[in-house]
């Protein structure tokens, strides 16, 4: 067998990973990531995990997940929305045990999981060519890719609540205030050609702090500055849409990569 047959059937044996980013990616993205706030603070402080418990448990579920996501040969929406929610978690979690059980400051933590983020990006682009998530077909880009998002995760925790605590905004004008940056961000990609990788990954940093902050203006009481729906409750609200659009997605697969190719081959 000829060598330009066997990536052929390499490729054909695992199909892209990763979904297209339209604007269900980015709905659901910012609800896993409000989840992952909420969650995190159900899990440790209604039921008393802790941190350390609420950590081993849900890095646990994490790594079950990414087991069945890495033995997948192409992008299904479940596994993979899962997966986002579970990371979103513990990504925080991340952050939280940094500052809270071991007492760093949130500027080094911040540094900390910035310099992690871009080391696993120089390394990936060095390795791969690429961080476009376009491509994510073959085990190390998938193994790249999911770190790069733990580190986006840990990353978006550590600098929205540096940002949110130092400048004292509260959680309605923080969310308002990474929802504009966010906006420029895509003004920058459409109208004046920002890579579109590089928007790409400072979007999805960025929707990390706007989805903390919404989740916390929706959750925490009234005499803090929320709206008092309790961690239970915007948990319950968010994972019910997240599993209805998880739903619609998987039959539909209108944000299925590998589905628009084949419908343009034929």
């Keep these: 067998m000829s060598n330009d047959i066997q990536p ?19 709905i659901i993205k910012i609800m896993a990531t409000t989840v992952g706030e909420t969650a995190a ?10 941190l350390t418990n609420t950590t081993f448990v849900m890095g646990g579920l994490l790594l079950i997940t990414l087991f069945f996501q890495f033995r997948a040969k192409k992008y299904i929406p479940s596994i993979y929305w899962l997966t986002v929610v579970l990371i979103s978690v ?7 045990n940094l500052t809270d ?20 990006f120089i390394i990936w682009y060095a390795s791969e060519r690429t961080l476009s998530i376009h491509s994510i077909n073959t ?5 790249f890719y999911w770190l790069a998002v733990l580190f ?6 550590a600098a929205g609540d540096l940002i949110s605590e130092g400048l004292d905004l509260g959680y309605w004008v923080s969310a308002l205030m990474f929802a504009a940056v966010i906006l420029v961000v895509t003004i920058a990609h459409y109208a004046f050609k920002l890579n579109a990788v ?3 990954w400072i979007a999805y940093i960025l929707t990390r702090p706007f989805g903390a902050s919404v989740g916390d203006f929706l959750s925490q009481p009234r005499s803090d500055g ?30 299925d990569s590998n589905e628009t190719e084949q419908l343009l081959t034929h």
């Design 8 to 26: 052929n059937l390499r490729m054909k044996q695992m199909l892209n990973k990763v979904p297209e980013v339209t604007i269900f990616f980015w």
């Design 198 to 200: 590089l928007a790409f």
């Design 41 to 50: 603070d159900f899990l440790n402080d209604t039921l008393g995990f802790g």
């Design 139 to 143: 085990t190390k880009r998938e193994a």
């Design 152 to 157: 986006t995760f840990a990353l978006g925790t």
């Design 226 to 255: 929320g709206l008092g729906l309790g961690t239970t409750g915007t948990s319950a609200i968010f994972l019910v849409i997240i599993l209805i659009l998880v739903i619609y997605l998987t039959k539909t697969k209108i944000d």
């Design 90 to 96: 513990v990504g925080t979690l991340g952050s939280d």
């Design 101 to 120: 059980n071991y007492g760093v400051s949130l500027q080094t933590t911040t540094i900390f999981f910035f310099v992690l983020m871009i080391a696993t």
